[in-house]
């Protein structure tokens, strides 16, 4: 784990509430990027700033045993103008402490580093931990995503 200080960023894109009870996360979370992918939201955002892809964990009702909202979306230059169906929203940045999963998505690697950050005795803030789905992750069997999860200063 490293730590790095992200700036201030904005995300267009759609978004589902869920939570780690009883699975629903398992089944909720797959089921948007199914609908990512298969309605070519990447492409329908105006003013992307880059090819990643953010999967959000924000709006927590307390820590991650409790409801959330899971967004995936790009980062944007401007929230002016957020199609019909889609959601913005603004981050403030701050303290992250900084994952990576390697491996074989098909091995749920990213599910395996969730499991670790959820059992760390990080300070957590429960603001908004993200996912950077960027090009180290088109190869499947061989992935890299960075899980950034924010920290108190």
Known sequence: MQQETIAPFQIIGIAVR????ENQAAKDIPALWNRFISENIMEKIPNRTGLEVYSIYTNYEGDHTQPYDTILGCKVSTLD??????????FEGGKMAKFTSK?????????QTWLEIWNTDLDRKFTADFEIHGPKSMDRANAEVDILVAIHE
């Not at 103008?81 to 603004?90: D, F, K, R, S, V």
């Open 18 to 21: 869920t939570s780690n009870q």
């Open 103 to 111: 491996g074989n998505l098909d091995d749920n690697i990213i599910y």
């Open 81 to 90: 103008e957020i199609p019909e169906g889609m959601i913005g929203q603004a």
